[in-house]
């Protein structure tokens, strides 16, 4: 079992303030009282790790398909130059 202590020794151990950890998740005092053992922290934490999870899959996602654009551009470009060099050779000859 994860204890509200061992979440606030490991916040602070990392330097994350209160106000990073809850951004858009929850109340800093409901983290408060979480850290004071007034809550148990599990099924909070499974609904940050969720979340958090979904965040991370976004972005990989978003990243992925900006690769995946570029990717596409420059092999259009490279395309592009060989034929270019190609139609410069068979009209020299």
Not at 19 to 30: A, F, N, P, Q, T
Not at 72 to 78: G, L
């Amino acid at each position: 079992m994860i204890t509200g202590n061992r979440i606030k020794i490991t916040r602070v151990n990392m330097g994350v303030s209160t106000e990073d950890v809850c951004k858009g998740i929850l109340s800093r005092s409901h983290l408060s009282n979480i850290e004071k053992g007034r809550y148990y922290p599990e099924v909070i934490l499974w609904v940050v790790v969720l979340i958090q999870s979904v965040v991370i899959f976004l972005l990989c996602k978003v990243v992925a398909d900006f690769l995946n654009r570029y990717r596409i551009e420059i092999h259009k470009n490279i395309g592009t130059e060989s034929n270019s060099t190609v139609d410069e050779s068979s009209h020299g000859g």
